[in-house]
């Protein structure tokens, strides 16, 4: 059985950081472009930051550039958030793509497996 488990997430005041890790298990991910997105009350998915399997090129959402990094290495996939607004607080959802590029996963297109989420919560 495929599954993603994300881990990390928590109560943290504004300004402050959190990292956020993804584990794959089942299957490996590693030739394939992985995803961060989340999800406000009330409010639909959106992508946050996407790597690619090649070059680990990246990409984020305009609302985060600066702030967030993603990372991964051959077994995990990373999300560094730092200056956390109360913004931000939102469950976290982690994506493995169908390809080695982020071109689709980042309109939320093409993506083969989510993880079930870890909820981030910042305080002002």
């Known amino acids: 059985q495929v599954q993603l488990v994300e881990s990390g997430g928590g109560l943290v005041q504004a300004g402050g950081s959190l990292r956020l890790s993804c584990a794959a298990s089942g299957r490996t991910f590693s030739t394939y472009a992985m995803g961060w997105f989340r999800q406000a009350p009330g409010k639909e998915r959106e992508f946050v930051a996407a790597?690619?399997?090649?070059?680990?090129r990246t990409n984020y959402a305009d609302s985060v550039k600066g702030r967030f990094t993603i990372s991964r290495d051959n077994a995990k996939v990373y999300l560094v958030m730092n200056s956390l607004k109360p913004e931000d607080t939102a469950v976290y959802y982690c994506a493995a793509g169908t390809t080695p590029t982020i071109g689709t996963l980042m309109y939320g297109y093409g993506i083969e497996y989510w993880g079930e989420g870890t909820l981030v919560t910042v305080s002002s």
């Open positions: 790597i690619s399997s090649i070059a680990y």
